[in-house]
């Protein structure tokens, strides 16, 4: 069985199409990764998530970690068997949670203390605990540990982070080797920080290669500087990162930014937009996005999207979902997360497949023109 092989099958400018092939099965890239953050992807069953499309999921460090804990999954047989996925899972570090969500919290060269979320509770992460966490989790796809600064911070503190994060990523290859059996069937990516700066950006990205991954991450983007000054970092920010490994953009994002981000060489994301947006009545089309809540579609007797093939669009209405959503029924938040979903994963296959043909360039100039009009 093949621990992890990235084969890149076509290109068609800095896009590229490929697999990546694991022991719990392949994931074709362009890749799109549901997340789930507490061992489940809000309002849908795992089986229902794998019919979308989808090859791989995300579970998130931090919030396993605090509830129901990683020793807990550990004894429950790990968190493919506990949520009832048997396909690859990517587990974040938990950095980024921990700088966003906690409060009280203090970061040393160590690494991170600070007060959980849910309770007030204190605790410590450093990169080797949560190798270790991911290592209970018994996570496909880990994380290295990093610190995830604001990209509005000045320019000296943005280096001293990534220059930190760095540090860190090598105390995180080590204790990943360290898991003997949980190493030999898992894949560790470094992730690139710097903000928008691409002498850091470089800088940082030559740490990682020398310290040397099995993929890597463009970190520290999607966090509030807007699209612009996003696809403006990735103009440079993936070409920094050795060309024959994958390229995670994290928490990304809109599906116009997915187009943009494959333009310009990312292979994976991740995001929660697609399930959050569906239970906060928000449907993506390939017309652009809808919310289902306005009035006009009290009585529209179409699916959400004529082109999407989701057992949602099959069977159920504008009206109907519009109805369930402004009634806060649980159905309404389960058939538009499902729609989502299954529509960023037919975006994706339809990515891979314009790469593959040749008419990506063709492909991402007609979604613009109907999804952004």
Not at 81 to 93: A, C, E, H, N, V
Not at 137 to 148: N, P
Not at 261 to 274: H, K, N, Q, S, T
């Amino acid at each position: 069985m093949t621990r992890f092989e990235f084969k890149i099958h076509a290109r068609e400018g800095k896009a590229r199409t490929g697999e990546i092939a694991m022991m719990r099965g392949t994931i074709r890239t362009p890749a799109f990764m549901p997340v789930g953050t507490a061992a489940t992807v809000k309002a849908m069953k795992v089986e229902d998530v794998r019919r979308t499309g989808a090859d791989i999921i995300l579970g998130n460090t931090y919030h396993l970690m605090l509830r129901p804990g990683a020793e807990r999954v550990a004894r429950l047989g790990g968190l493919h068997k506990f949520m009832g996925w048997d396909r690859p899972i990517l587990t974040d570090s938990g950095g980024y949670q921990v700088m966003s969500l906690s409060d009280l919290r203090k970061i040393t060269e160590e690494g991170v203390t600070f007060k959980s979320h849910l309770d007030g509770s204190r605790h410590s992460l450093t990169p080797e605990r949560s190798m270790e966490i991911q290592r209970l989790l018994g996570s496909d796809i880990v994380m290295a540990f990093d610190e995830c600064p604001r990209a509005d911070r000045p320019r000296d503190e943005i280096a001293a982070s990534m220059e930190m994060s760095m540090r860190w990523a090598k105390r995180s290859r080590e204790g990943f080797d360290s898991g003997e059996e949980h190493a030999a069937r898992s894949a560790l990516f470094g992730i690139q920080q710097g903000a928008l700066d691409e002498e850091l950006r470089k800088i940082s990205a030559e740490k990682l290669t020398e310290i040397g991954f099995d993929g890597y991450a463009v970190g520290g983007l999607a966090v509030g500087e807007g699209q612009e000054a996003m696809f403006a970092t990735l103009d440079f920010a993936p070409e920094q990162l050795p060309d024959d490994r994958p390229r995670y953009l994290m928490g990304v994002g809109k599906p116009d930014d997915l187009v943009g981000a494959v333009e310009r060489g990312i292979d994976m994301f991740d995001c929660v937009l697609p399930s959050r947006s569906g239970r906060n009545g928000q449907a993506f089309t390939w017309n652009g996005p809808i919310n289902i809540r306005n009035a006009k579609f009290g009585e529209d007797q179409e699916p959400i999207d004529n082109r999407c093939s989701c057992p949602t669009c099959g069977k159920y209405t504008r009206a109907y979902l519009h109805h369930l959503v402004r009634s806060g029924e649980i159905l309404g938040a389960m058939l538009m997360t499902e729609h989502n979903l299954s529509f960023y994963q037919q975006l994706m296959q339809g990515m891979r497949d314009a790469i593959a043909d040749g008419r990506f360039a063709a492909f991402a100039a007609d979604f613009r023109r109907d999804y952004l009009r």
